[in-house]
Each structure stands twice: as structure tokens, then as C-alpha cells.
């Protein structure tokens, strides 16, 4: 498959990459800095490029089976949520005329419900540092329930609240909009078994115009 990688340096988006690129799709891999998000591979094109320029966006998604995103917000103590909206907005009115369809994006675990109608970013030892992502994120799913999602096949796939670099185990229970948790209570997943949850949903889109968690067991 053609994927089209926005984010892809980063640290969930590279092991996307390297995940989907060991499984033999070709991955166009965006980001500003054009790095490649891992080793020289004939299956794997670093470009460069913002994910708000809407018309390089549309021309390269329109030349894939499917775009990823893996973009995170701003992180220099500012309001990301704003900023955060309109580079989806853009995104997503940049995929719609594309013609491609399918979109899957790298979520936040903020907007995961841990009782009825109430989300984790909403108790009271959720960081103060990690409340802005959190809300942006939730923005997000908003935004593709809503109009934003128009005529695309999105999925929305929140990490548990945890998420680092770590093992590839391949063992992880996926859930819907309730906060999944382990035996003992916690809310892990490695960024390299959350990259196997991506790249599964991505091939097989099992999961269209919602959103899915991913927890380590
Ligand atoms: N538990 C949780 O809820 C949780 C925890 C961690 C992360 N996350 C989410 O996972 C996502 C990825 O996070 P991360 O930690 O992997 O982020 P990261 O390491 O900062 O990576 C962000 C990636 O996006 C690229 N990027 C940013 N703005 C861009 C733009 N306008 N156009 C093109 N590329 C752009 C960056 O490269 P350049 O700077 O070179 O453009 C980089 O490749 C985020 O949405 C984050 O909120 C959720």
C-alpha cells in the first residue's frame, strides 16, 4: 500500500514508519525538517513539507492509498488548541481533495472516558502540562465527527495514557471511547506496539469513521 506518513520523524510517527516500511508498504514520509525517520530503504521517501500547505498535501495524498498522520501540536507553552484545529482543518479539506478516502490519525488518550461522560483530562490528577494536547486532541475527534470528516474514511486511534519508546511486543487489547487499563490499573503502551495497532488498521480498516484505543496488557 501507498501510504503517506505526515509527522513522520517524530516519536510515535518514525515507528509508524519503520513499522509499515518492515511490512513492505511505501511510505512517503513527511515532515518541515525532511529527515529521514529511519534507515535508507527503497520503500521509504523523506520529504519535506508543513502539513498546513494544503495544496502540496492534497497533490501528494491524491498520489497514495492513504494518508497517516502522526502530527503533534505545538509544544512552546502557547494554546495549541487554536493552532492545532486549523492544521486539520487544512489537512482534512486537503485529503477530501485529494480523492483519497482514508485517513488515519495518531490521537490522544485526553478524551478517553473513565466513567459516564467523563474523561480522563477531566480528573483531577491528569498533568496541567499535558491539559492543552489533550483538549487540541480532543478537538480533533470533534472535528472529524463533525464536518471535518466529511466524505473520509478516518480512524482515530487513541495510545493509552502512557506512550514511549520500548518493546515490540506485539501483545495489546484495542478498545473503543473507554480508557482500557491493565490488570494493575495502568495505562501503557509502547510507541512500538501502538505502530502495529496503526499499521493493522490502516491495511485492513476494520474500524472506519471511529475512534479506537490501544493499551498494552
Ligand atoms: N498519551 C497520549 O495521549 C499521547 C502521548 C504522546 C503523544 N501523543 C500524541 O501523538 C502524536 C505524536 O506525538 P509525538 O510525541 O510523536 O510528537 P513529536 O515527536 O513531536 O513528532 C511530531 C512530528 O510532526 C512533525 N510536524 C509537526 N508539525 C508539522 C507540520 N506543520 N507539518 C509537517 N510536519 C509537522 C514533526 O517534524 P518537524 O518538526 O520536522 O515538522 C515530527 O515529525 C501527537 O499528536 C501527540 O499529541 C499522545
Known amino acids: 500500500m501507498k ?73 512552546d507553552g502557547s494554546d495549541p488548541r487554536e493552532p492545532f484545529t486549523a492544521l486539520y482543518t487544512a489537512l482534512t479539506d486537503a485529503v477530501r481533495a485529494s480523492g483519497t478516502e482514508r485517513l488515519v490519525v495518531v490521537g490522544g488518550a485526553g478524551s ?22 489533550a483538549l487540541a486532541h480532543h478537538d480533533v475527534l470533534t472535528l472529524l465527527r463533525g464536518r471535518g470528516g466529511d466524505g473520509l474514511n478516518w480512524t482515530y486511534i487513541s495510545p493509552a495514557a502512557e506512550i514511549a519508546p520500548g518493546e515490540r511486543t506485539g501483545t495489546f487489547r484495542l478498545g473503543d471511547d473507554r480508557m482500557l487499563t491493565a490488570p494493575d490499573g495502568s495505562s501503557r503502551i509502547s510507541a512500538e506496539d501502538y505502530a502495529i495497532a496503526f499499521v493493522d488498521e490502516l491495511e485492513q480498516a476494520v474500524h472506519p469513521k471511529r475512534r479506537i484505543s490501544v493499551v498494552g496488557i
Open 3 to 75: 501510504i503517506l506518513l505526515l509527522g513522520a520523524t517524530g516519536m510515535v510517527g518514525s515507528r509508524i514508519a519503520k513499522e509499515a516500511v518492515a511490512r513492505g508498504h511505501e511510505v512517503t514520509a513527511v515532515s518541515r525538517s525532511g529527515k529521514s525517520p529511519g534507515e535508507a530503504r527503497p520503500n521509504l521517501t523523506a520529504v519535506a513539507g508543513d502539513a498546513s500547505d494544503t495544496a502540496l498535501v492534497a497533490r501528494l495524498a491524491g498520489e497514495h492509498e492513504a494518508v497517516a498522520s502522526a502530527l503533534a501540536p505545538p509544544r
Open 112 to 133: 478517553l472516558l473513565v466513567g459516564p461522560g467523563k474523561r480522563l483530562v477531566d480528573t483531577p490528577d491528569f498533568p496541567d502540562a499535558y491539559k492543552g494536547e
